[in-house]
């Protein structure tokens, strides 16, 4: 099962996996690769990549879910819905999701597409700078 499996993500990668079970053996035996995961060493040796991909997640959720918390006043503001007081709250809810997916279909969902079919002939650093440069002025501030 091993030998299928590297065999196809080195066909996958077009690069040469070579078999490392003696290099990781080595590496099992050295004492200072023996740390626990809240140790000091543990902190040193990876805590600055864990700082940047937590706090960057972190920092898109805040900029992602605020839209969701917010869009009411946006939609509104825009003109897409009336004002919350003129509406129940099944009018409202009904009103905000046909915006949102007025929106997916018109951008989440094509942009979607485009990726799954031009992510190997374009690469995938072209298709991030091609969707921020998609990014409304107004809203780079949250993204960039």
């Known amino acids: 099962m091993e030998f299928k499996l590297r065999d196809q993500i080195s066909w996958v990668l077009q690069v ?16 200072t690769n023996k740390f626990g995961l809240f140790s000091w060493e543990f902190v040193r040796r990876h805590g600055l990549h864990l700082f940047g991909t937590t706090s960057t997640w972190f920092l898109l959720d805040i900029a992602f879910y ?17 004002a919350a007081k003129t509406m129940n709250a099944v009018q409202e809810v009904y009103k905000i999701a046909r915006a949102q997916t007025l929106i997916a279909q018109l951008s989440t969902v094509p942009g979607y597409w485009f990726t799954v079919g031009f992510i190997d002939v374009v690469g995938r650093f072209t298709i991030q700078l091609i969707d921020i440069h998609r990014i409304p002025d107004s809203q780079k501030k949250y993204f960039c």
């Not at 003696?22 to 050295?30: L, N, T, V, Y």
């Not at 918390?69 to 003109?79: E, P």
Request: aromatic share 10%; hydrophobic share 35%.
């Open 16 to 31: 040469d996996i070579d078999h490392e079970d003696a290099k990781i053996e080595q590496m099992s035996r050295d004492e």
């Open 66 to 82: 605020s839209q969701n918390l917010f869009q009411n006043d946006v939609f509104s503001a825009i003109g897409w819905i009336p």
